[in-house]
């Protein structure tokens, strides 16, 4: 619920408008790099990923852009719709540690009509 | 098809009773993951199984909690003498075992623990 907020920054924008969610991390030697987007009451979905040695990839309505140089990661959304609000949470991932992935906090996208 | 299944959904126990979780992976996923996500929080990994490897038990916060994987599928995840700081929801994913893998989420088991 509205609890969440307390805790997750929080991006609100129009609808129509693009989007752009950030996320910095700390593992420079992280082999890949994911977002999932989480609606309420339900686990998260997978959204777009991005191997280490990539700077950029598209997906539908969606780029994912990888700056190694300052560690960050965002996410960028084309033509940002109601059913674009949830929470949306990067993951990193190295593969010398197996598959499992670090998770940040969080950023919640709140979409307005 | 079917995706990734937790059970149950909900669950309220008592401080210092034991819980078990299930997670039912995609068929043919040799890798299952446990997560747990408190309030508010990102997820925090917990176990991984990979194929008849030993699993990367690695994350689990204490040894009140272990997982199995019954005949490299269905996997339960039991807590002993809850606690109340063990309130979270508890995220099961499978992913095949090619390297990066996308690893699927299940719903989730929200437990609370009074």
């Known amino acids: 619920g509205e609890s969440v907020g307390l805790h997750l920054p929080t991006l609100s924008v129009q609808e129509g408008d693009n989007s752009i969610i950030n996320c910095a991390y700390s593992?420079?030697?992280?082999?890949?790099f994911i977002w999932y987007k989480q609606e309420s009451g339900k686990g998260p979905q997978f959204i777009i990923d991005?191997?280490?040695?990539?700077d950029k990839r598209q997906g539908q309505r969606v780029t994912v852009l990888l700056n190694k140089t300052v560690k960050h990661l965002s996410l960028q959304i084309a033509a940002t719709q109601p059913g674009d609000s949830a929470v949306y949470f990067c993951?990193?991932?190295?593969?010398?540690?197996?598959?499992?992935?670090?998770f940040g906090a969080g950023t919640i996208l709140r979409v307005k009509s | 098809g079917a995706g990734v299944s937790q059970s149950p959904s909900n669950k309220v126990t008592e401080k210092g009773k034991d819980v078990e979780l299930r997670c039912d992976p995609i068929?043919?996923?040799?890798?299952l993951y446990w997560y747990r996500q408190s309030l508010g929080q990102g997820l925090e990994f917990l176990i991984y199984?990979?194929?008849?490897?030993?699993?990367?038990k690695s994350g689990l916060p204490s040894d009140r909690f272990s997982a199995e994987r019954t005949g490299g599928s269905v996997s339960t995840l039991t807590i002993q003498r809850t606690q109340q700081e063990d309130s979270a929801v508890y995220l099961c994913?499978?992913?095949?075992?090619?390297?990066?893998?996308?690893?699927?989420f299940g719903p989730g088991t929200r437990l609370l623990v009074l």
């Open positions: 994913a499978s992913s095949s075992n090619r390297v990066g893998e996308t690893q699927y």
């Open positions: 593992n420079s030697a992280s082999d890949y």
């Open positions: 991005i191997r280490s040695n990539m």
């Open positions: 993951a990193e991932m190295r593969l010398e540690y197996g598959n499992k992935l670090v």
């Open positions: 068929s043919g996923h040799t890798a």
């Open positions: 199984f990979q194929g008849n490897s030993a699993p990367d």
